[in-house]
């Protein structure tokens, strides 16, 4: 989800293979997000039914393991979210976005679809890990949370691309996982922490039930723009400068050391 691209798939060659690969690499990373994921959200599976604190840390684990398959081939995004904040910083071109766009919701409808089938069918009760807002939660204030914490995601994936994090990319997988997880927590109780539109679309659709789902598309969209815009003015850097800078210290130690 928060993974550099691949050059190798990006960068001269096939391109009709590389959107191809891309394509499928995000269509069954985000078909795999709904069906492990919702399979962890089953609360018959557990009597008394498990707290809400089970599925968040299942989705989160699933996360880790989608982006261990998949991050080297497409970044796996998972997320239009996600997808849209490459776009802006330039890491990927309008064209593939959409193509992992496109991906990310025929991925997220066909993984909950198999789901449905192959599930207990006693278990698939109506509502079946949808995200709705809290009944004691206006739309505005869901709106708002699903806004914030999409901003906190992309920060999160923001600080993974910057080049001065690049010497710490080793435990990415693990540590996004329990990020999602830590969020979900928190604010799944209210939200149904989404941060995902084609997470919230799967469930919409196949169920037919599109109440508030305005939230979970104005939300994560507005949420990724704001994060974008709050790491460029207050954290991005010039590189030019910082590679001026370099340069200048080292000629000075040069300098130094080659004084007599």
Request: charged share 15%.
């Amino acid at each position: 989800m928060i993974e550099k691209i691949n050059c190798t798939f990006t960068c001269g060659g096939d391109t009709r293979k590389h959107y191809f690969t891309n394509f499928m690499s995000e269509l069954l990373g985000t078909a795999l997000l709904m069906f492990l994921g919702c399979m962890g959200c089953a609360p018959q599976a557990d009597n008394p039914p498990a707290s809400h604190y089970l599925p968040s840390l299942s989705f989160g684990l699933v996360v880790l393991l989608i982006i261990q398959i998949f991050g080297h081939i497409s970044g796996a995004h998972l997320n239009p979210a996600v997808t849209l904040s490459t776009v802006i910083f330039k890491m990927l071109s309008p064209a593939m976005g959409a193509v992992y766009i496109m991906a990310q919701f025929l991925g997220a409808t066909f993984g909950f679809a198999l789901l449905k089938v192959l599930m207990p069918q006693e278990w698939v009760v109506p509502g079946f890990c949808a995200t709705k807002p809290h009944a004691k939660s206006t739309a505005m204030q869901s709106l708002a949370i699903e806004t914030i914490i999409t901003c906190v995601l992309i920060l999160v994936c923001c600080g993974v691309w910057d080049k001065r994090n690049a010497h710490k990319q080793d435990s990415t997988p693990a540590r996004f996982g329990f990020i999602i997880a830590a969020i979900a927590m928190v604010a799944g109780p209210i939200t149904g922490a989404s941060m995902n539109t084609a997470r919230s679309f799967a469930p919409a659709v196949l169920e037919g039930d599109y109440s508030n789902q305005w939230i979970y598309w104005l939300g994560p969209t507005v949420g990724a723009i704001i994060g974008c815009g709050l790491y460029s003015v207050l954290f991005a850097y010039e590189e030019e400068k910082v590679e001026a800078i370099e340069t200048e210290l080292e000629e000075v130690s040069h300098m130094v050391t080659e004084k007599p």
